[in-house]
Structures are given as structure tokens and as C-alpha cells.
């Protein structure tokens, strides 16, 4: 027991040297003081380690391209929103045709321009060129309804702020004489065939009857056409409703006559799309040149459609 009790007494003592685990702890006290001290040693390796982004040390070359883009291609912007607002227009002028329904300025302001309201002349004018180059037709101002009342007429000498344009349009065709033919221009359909050539017949007789006639006169013209109740465009009734709606004729009541009868007037469409040269076309398609008072009407229709309302005079 002795000898063995001084062997275990002659055990050297642990050495802080050597690789046991507490130099291993040692090893990684650096570390931790390096984080007492601020963590500076292990956040400028990490720097080290991870290259550093470009747009950090550097302005983006593309950013720099494309922040001086904007300026110089702020001429191309503004031309793409003006090709833009003309097809814009060019499709809602197409789409007002086709149901008839007058172009109105305040509409082309919301629903074409917004807030560009100052390119409307440049737009109107791209959506012309348009119009001819595709489509052979063109957008025409409506004229101002006509006064034929004589309070109307006198309301309209007194009234200062008179609107001198109607602000509306609708589009007529530009296609040379050669091309307009039945084959290229006339009408789609049965219906849409009767409906055109009823509402030009309507509109001649206004026409030669001085660019008004009474309601019952005109129900005696379509009896005689056998177009009194019902016609191939539909109820005769339902078919003058459409040309009042669509601006062919206008409906006003007569002031001179006591028992409420009505008269039928020039509207501003009618005016436009049929006008004079439509009424002599139809007269003389009806009438043959051998008719011996062809000339009598020409010349009625001729006075008619010259005739004006009278001036508005100034007292002075």
C-alpha cells in the first residue's frame, strides 16, 4: 500500500499547457473576447468574406441609363398616348355610327382624352386622317337645330349666350362618285335597307314641303305607300320614334293649331346624310326626267333648302 500510495503522491499535477480540454476552452476564448470587445475582429472578416454589391460601392450604370432616358424619350412617350387616344377615337366614332348616336365632344373629353383635354384639336385631327386613309369616311359637326317656331326664332334673337356649334358629330363617307355604288355602299340587311330608305323618303317630303309638314299630312303621303301601320323596317309608329331618336327628323308641337297636332321637322342628321343632294337624288330615281313637273319640284326643293331663319337684329 505504501509504494503504491507514493506512486499516485509522484503523479505530476495537470499541466495548464498541455492539450487536455481546458487548453482546448482556451482555444476558443479569443473568439469570445473578441466579442466583448465589440465583435469588431468577427464582423470585419465577415465583411471580408462576402463581396460587396456593386450599387453599395457604385451607381448602376443601367439606373443611370434609365434616369437619363426619361428625359430624352419624354417626346416618344407623348407620342405613343397621342397614337394611343386617336385609335381610342377613332373606335368610338365607329361605335356611335353604328347605333347612330351622335359623337359629342364632352364625350370624347371623358372617354378619349382625360385629363389631355389641350390635344383634342391633334387628336381630331390624327383621327380624320384615320378615318379617310382606313375606312373612307370622315367626321362632320352637326348643325344647330332649326328655330321654325316664331317664339323660338325671337328666344333666340334676345338670348345672348346662343351656342354657335353643336359640338357633335357624325361620320359621312368620302369615297369618290366611281365607288359609290348599291354594291360597296348600300345597306346590311332587309330590315336596315327599309329602314334607310323610308327615313329618305320622310326626309324629301319635309324637304318639299318647305322643311316642315304636319303630322296628318304625312300620314296621308305613307297611306299612299301603303306604310301607314306597318312598314319592312317595322311599326310605322316605332320606325318615325327611331328617326326622332336618331336626329333624321324632330317632333315639335304647333303652336297656331288648337286641337294639339304635331309637325314633323328637318333634324340635324337628316340634314347632314341626306341633305339636298340625297332629296334631287331620290326625286329624280322616283320621278322620270319625262314627268312634266320634275323641274317644278327641283326648283321647290332648291327654294326650300335655301330658304334661312331671318337674321337676328341688333338695336342700336
Known amino acids: 500500500m505504501a509504494p503504491a500510495a507514493k506512486r499516485r503522491a509522484q503523479l505530476p499535477p495537470p499541466d495548464s499547457n498541455s492539450d487536455a480540454s481546458p487548453p482546448q476552452r482556451r482555444r476558443l476564448a479569443p473568439p469570445q473576447n473578441s466579442r466583448r ?3 469588431e475582429s468577427s464582423t470585419q ?19 443611370e441609363d434609365a ?4 428625359g430624352m424619350g419624354g417626346g416618344a412617350t407623348q407620342d405613343s398616348n397621342k397614337d394611343r387616344m386617336i385609335k381610342k377615337l377613332v373606335r368610338y366614332a365607329i361605335s356611335a355610327e353604328y347605333t347612330r348616336v351622335p359623337i359629342k365632344r364632352t364625350e370624347i373629353s371623358s372617354k378619349v382624352l382625360g385629363s389631355h383635354g389641350r390635344m383634342f384639336k391633334e387628336v381630331f385631327a390624327g383621327a380624320q386622317l384615320e378615318l379617310e386613309r382606313v375606312f373612307g369616311m370622315k367626321m362632320v359637326e352637326l348643325p344647330i337645330r332649326e328655330k321654325t317656331k316664331l317664339s323660338q326664332r325671337r328666344a333666340a334673337q334676345t338670348s345672348e349666350k346662343a ?6 358629330y357624325v361620320l359621312t363617307t368620302v369615297l369618290p362618285e366611281h365607288l359609290r355604288e348599291p354594291e360597296i355602299v348600300q345597306p346590311f340587311g332587309v330590315k336596315e335597307q327599309a329602314y334607310v330608305g323610308l327615313t329618305t323618303m320622310v326626309v324629301s317630303l319635309i324637304y318639299l314641303n318647305g322643311r316642315s309638314i304636319a303630322e296628318t299630312k304625312l300620314d296621308r303621303y305613307l297611306r299612299r305607300m301603303n306604310a301607314d301601320r306597318n312598314t319592312a323596317a317595322g311599326e310605322t309608329e316605332k320606325v318615325l320614334q327611331s328617326m326622332i331618336r336618331h336626329g333624321y327628323i324632330s317632333k315639335q308641337k304647333d303652336d297656331n293649331a288648337n286641337d294639339g297636332s304635331f309637325d314633323y321637322v328637318l333634324g340635324p342628321r337628316g340634314k347632314v346624310e341626306i341633305g339636298t343632294d340625297g332629296v334631287l337624288s331620290m326625286v329624280k330615281t322616283v320621278c322620270p326626267t319625262s314627268c312634266y313637273y320634275l323641274d317644278n319640284v327641283l326648283i321647290g326643293v332648291s327654294r326650300s333648302t335655301a330658304s334661312t331663319p331671318p337674321k337676328k337684329s341688333r338695336s342700336g
Not at 163 to 168: I, L, Q, R
Open 163 to 168: 351656342p354657335s356649334t353643336s359640338k357633335s
Open 37 to 39: 470587445n465589440g465583435g
Open 45 to 63: 472578416g465577415a465583411r471580408r468574406g462576402r463581396p460587396r454589391s456593386p450599387s453599395l460601392e457604385q451607381d448602376d450604370p443601367e439606373d
Open 67 to 70: 434616369s437619363g432616358g426619361e
